[in-house]
């Protein structure tokens, strides 16, 4: 069955400091993968997607994520993190018309 | 920009009771998901529903579980009986027909079971 794992459950940076969550998946064949954020209170958003072609994908708020098949990871970063990126992230794979996520990893952002 | 909206947005209930949880997908989409997550634990899928009908679900969607889209817009979630386990926050999601993948979730409902 196909899985998802996001070996950081929480993840503490500075403000203005590079950022990389980490997300690994097992899936058989090219995989749908997703990245999606939430805020305290706030529903699951999607900050980027990758299908085919490319394997660096850009999303929204400057999040980008690179899809490395020979190591079953789909990375998230951020060049310079704001306090405002502080949610949870979620990593997820789509199968058969659902998603499966991850366990999640909290950001914390240190001023 | 379209959104999907959940009400309400906190339900505490007792245990035995039913509960109907609603969503309001984006209008021109035509998959509608239930999801949830226990505290501390992962978004699980539940149930996909296409053209009236569940077209799959998870081993939690058992028997005490139920979708309806009763009209044009709302989809709902009913639990017959709910159980202590059931506390868990629900999210709704939707998608059009070609991109199913591209799912956009509402902001959940807490469901507290007592």
């Known amino acids: 069955a196909q899985s998802v794992t996001q070996p950081d459950i929480h993840i503490t940076v500075s403000e203005g400091a590079s950022l990389e969550l980490r997300c690994n998946y097992s899936?058989?064949?090219?995989?749908?993968l997703f990245w999606y954020v939430q805020s305290p209170g706030q529903g699951l958003q999607l900050l980027l997607k990758?299908?085919?072609?490319?394997?660096l994908v850009q999303g929204i708020k400057g999040f980008e994520a690179e899809f490395k098949r020979s190591q079953s990871s789909f990375n998230l970063r951020k060049p310079s993190v704001h306090w405002s990126d502080a949610a949870e992230y979620f990593c997820?794979?789509?199968?058969?018309?659902?998603?499966?996520f991850g366990q999640g990893t909290e950001l914390s952002v240190k001023p | 920009e379209p959104e999907v909206t959940q009400t309400p947005s906190h339900q505490v209930t007792q245990m035995g009771q039913e509960v109907i949880l609603r969503c309001v997908p984006i209008?021109?989409?035509?998959?509608f998901y239930w999801y949830r997550q226990i505290l501390g634990q992962k978004v699980e899928f539940l149930v996909s529903?296409?053209?009236?009908?569940?077209?799959?679900k998870s081993e939690i969607f058992d028997d005490q579980f139920s979708v309806e889209r009763p009209d044009g817009s709302n989809f709902t979630l009913k639990i017959r009986s709910t159980k202590l386990e059931d506390s868990a926050m629900y999210f709704c999601?939707?998608?059009?027909?070609?991109?199913?993948?591209?799912?956009?979730f509402g902001p959940g409902t807490r469901l507290t079971v007592t």
């Open positions: 529903f296409y053209n009236n009908e569940i077209s799959e």
């Open positions: 997820a794979v789509g199968q058969g018309g659902k998603l499966i």
């Open positions: 999601a939707s998608s059009d027909r070609v991109k199913r993948y591209e799912q956009y």
């Open positions: 899936y058989g064949a090219t995989p749908y």
């Open positions: 209008s021109n989409h035509l998959y």
């Open positions: 990758y299908f085919s072609g490319d394997t």
